[in-house]
């Protein structure tokens, strides 16, 4: 069964540092989309990509944060400097573009910790 | 802008009996889905259950149900006989049927906790 992967699954810094994550999302998904996840709470959304382009990057600190799916398939989403409020879940996510189900399939995550 | 609130952080259930999970949304749309998703301690998101807004039938999967009340914006989740596998995050969540531009996003409430007891 396709799967969304992500990696890596950990990763400790220290603050400062610059820290990056990729994805591959589930073949012939158009849509990728970057959430964050704090401890206890729901997923937000970071950025939103339709193939290659950025259809959504208003939550994104644009200061610290960039994302990139450059040939449309799989995507980074890096940080530089991370800060402790960094420290969470970061969710890649991908879907079809069609109303056939609405889903979106979920990768297992990279949880940063910050120090 | 769309937003989902889940109202219990936390929830018990003995093995074997029913639980429901509330969620309510807000939207000024009038095509969407809304979704449930489980996620398990340090594992991915999955889906449980999906309902498209347009269906007026509530959606059944095995041991999962939901009561759709689109006038009222609610959205529960009943699981019957339930199980130890079933103790985790439980995630209501919303999306616009209009895939173009950010109302693809799912927009996620802030979970409830379910817990399982032998």
């Known amino acids: 069964e396709a799967e969304v992967a992500q990696s890596p699954r950990y990763k400790i810094t220290e603050k400062s540092q610059a820290v990056a994550f990729w994805c591959d999302p589930i073949?012939?998904?158009?849509?990728l989309y970057w959430y964050r996840q704090i401890l206890g709470q729901g997923p937000e959304l970071l950025v939103q990509?339709?193939?290659?382009?950025?259809?959504?990057d208003s939550q994104l600190p644009k200061d610290r944060f960039s994302a990139e799916r450059l040939k449309g398939v799989d995507s980074t989403l890096k940080i530089q400097p991370a800060e402790l409020g960094d420290s969470a879940m970061y969710l890649c996510?991908?879907?079809?573009?069609?109303?056939?189900?609405?889903?979106?399939?979920f990768g297992e995550g990279s949880r940063l910790t910050v120090l | 802008a769309q937003t989902v609130t889940q109202s219990q952080p936390e929830m018990s259930v003995q093995e074997a009996e029913t639980v429901t999970l509330s969620c309510t949304y807000d939207?000024?749309?009038?095509?969407?889905?809304l979704f449930w998703y489980k996620q398990p301690p340090s594992r991915q998101m999955i889906l449980v259950i999906r309902q498209e807004a347009y269906k007026q039938q509530n959606a059944t999967e095995n041991r999962f149900s939901v009561n759709f009340q689109k006038a009222a914006k609610s959205f529960s989740l009943k699981i019957s006989d339930s199980q130890l596998g079933d103790a985790a995050m439980y995630f209501c969540?919303?999306?616009?049927?209009?895939?173009?531009?950010?109302?693809?996003?799912?927009?996620f409430g802030k979970g409830t906790k379910l817990s399982v007891k032998p």
């Open positions: 990509f339709q193939d290659e382009s950025v259809v959504d």
């Open positions: 996510a991908s879907g079809p573009f069609d109303r056939v189900t609405g889903e979106l399939f």
């Open positions: 969540a919303y999306r616009g049927g209009n895939y173009g531009g950010s109302q693809g996003n799912l927009i």
């Open positions: 073949s012939g998904h158009a849509t």
């Open positions: 939207t000024s749309e009038s095509d969407y889905y």
